[in-house]
Each structure stands twice: as structure tokens, then as C-alpha cells.
């Protein structure tokens, strides 16, 4: 049972960076892979990012990569994904997202959060 928190959203101008912090809750999220997605109004829910329990490998969408850096520390029990250079078009509802064997794009992952807003103003 995995319970997690996102924190660290705001209202930027572009160009701004934040850095979104997710505190999980159970034991077992240190063998969980674990990611973010993202949701901007209107649009369809939107594969981030995403780093492996060890922390060996990361994936990222095409439209952040460069820009996001997803990292974890499973000591702490916590999950960040550093934001650089943002636009407005990153403007979402930001959501931690925990899964036993996978987090990926065009999948549900065993758990979310509850969503951080992040609004990057032009």
C-alpha cells in the first residue's frame, strides 16, 4: 500500500523553474517504479516522466526532455521532478504516480496523488 503527495506547484512566468516533490507513505515504495504525468485542461492525461526503483534508468516525454529532471531518494521516501525553462504550455495539474512494475505512457500506474497546479504565465 502505497499513499503518495505532491507538493512544490505554483503560478511562474516562463522561463521560471520549480521543483515538484512527491512524499510517499509505505514501505514498499522503494521497489516501485515510480513517474509523474500531467493533465492541462481539456486535454487527456500526459506521460512526464518516469525513474526505475534504483534509480538506474529514466524516461521522459519528448516535450520535457532537456528541460525536467525526475530523481528520487528512496531513503526520504520521496520523488522530485525538477522543472527548468518552463512555458506556458506546461501548464497542468501535475500528479505523482507510483506502479509495481512500470510506470509508462498509455498505462493507469497503481497510484496517484492527489495533483500539484502548475501554471506558467507568458
Known amino acids: 500500500q502505497v499513499q503518495l503527495v505532491e507538493s512544490g506547484g505554483g503560478l511562474v512566468q516562463a522561463g521560471d523553474s520549480l521543483r515538484l516533490s512527491c512524499a510517499a507513505s509505505?514501505?514498499?515504495?522503494?521497489?516501485?517504479?515510480m513517474g509523474w504525468f500531467r493533465q492541462a485542461p481539456g486535454k487527456e492525461r500526459e506521460f512526464v516522466a518516469a525513474i526505475s526503483w534504483g534509480g538506474g534508468r529514466t524516461s521522459y516525454a519528448d516535450s520535457v526532455k532537456g528541460r525536467f529532471t525526475i530523481s528520487r531518494d528512496n531513503a526520504k521516501n520521496a520523488g522530485y521532478l525538477q522543472m527548468n525553462s518552463l512555458k506556458p504550455e506546461d501548464t497542468a495539474v501535475y500528479y505523482c504516480a507510483a506502479d509495481r512494475i512500470r510506470v509508462r505512457n498509455g498505462a493507469p500506474p497503481d497510484y496517484w496523488g492527489q495533483g500539484t497546479q502548475v501554471t506558467v504565465s507568458s
Open positions: 509505505g514501505r514498499a515504495f522503494s521497489t516501485y517504479d
